[in-house]
């Protein structure tokens, strides 16, 4: 008697494919469990509780895997809400927090207080060194800061009262937005000179 056999016919996966949990089906996993359950010992017979068990950890992890693509699909739809919004800002002077005053890069600088502060004493650092001090009443909201007399550098700028440093004026310096963009999942404003601002760092948006 002539017996043939004829193999099955290879299945082509895409080049995409990844193999996983995530891409296994409940009937996909019962049926590797019964072929499983048909080659095992008959004196060691697997306990049904634990399939019922590897079956719960299965849903769990597709559960979580779908909740995974849940939230990556509202996170794209709240940057695409938030880019939306931020276009209104395109072209509009804003200020942005900085570290420091850079007499070699140039720019207004602007210090931002909370409340009036009359007599108070504006000093720039480089390092421990302070290289110029300036008195002036500050008023409450922008106040535009005079570099006049600075020498080239980066320096650090600090408020004092009384002889105290006051920690609550924030330095800014101005901005033009010339485009907004997502990248890498994150809202980021491009300025007029190139530079990449993280919108949390805008100070004041009024009228400047």
């Known amino acids: ?40 010992d008959p004196f060691q017979a697997q306990d049904l509780s634990k399939m019922l068990d590897d079956m719960v950890k299965l849903n769990q992890v597709r559960f979580f895997n779908d909740m995974r693509s849940f939230t990556e699909g509202l996170k794209a739809l709240f940057n695409q809400s938030t880019l939306i919004s931020s276009l209104s800002l395109i072209g509009k002077d804003v200020i942005f927090s900085t570290e420091e005053a850079n007499t070699v890069k140039g720019g207004q600088y602007y210090l931002l207080s909370p409340e009036n502060i009359s007599q108070a004493t504006v ?29 080239r550098g980066q320096f650090q700028v600090k408020v004092f009262k009384d002889g105290l440093e006051y920690p609550n004026v924030q330095l800014g310096i101005k901005g033009s937005i010339k485009a907004a963009a997502v990248m890498n999942g994150q809202l980021l404003f491009e300025l007029l000179d190139g530079s990449m601002i993280d919108p949390s760092k805008i100070i004041y948006l009024g009228g400047v």
């Open 1 to 40: 008697m002539e017996v043939s056999f004829k193999p099955q016919e290879p299945k082509v996966l895409p080049p995409n494919y990844t193999p996983g949990v995530d891409s296994l089906t409940s009937e996909d996993f019962l049926k590797i469990y019964i072929e499983t359950l048909r080659y095992q």
């Open 123 to 151: 000093k720039f650092f480089d390092g421990d060194q302070v290289v110029k001090e300036i008195r002036i009443d500050l008023r409450k909201g922008l106040n535009e800061l005079n570099l006049d007399g600075l020498p």
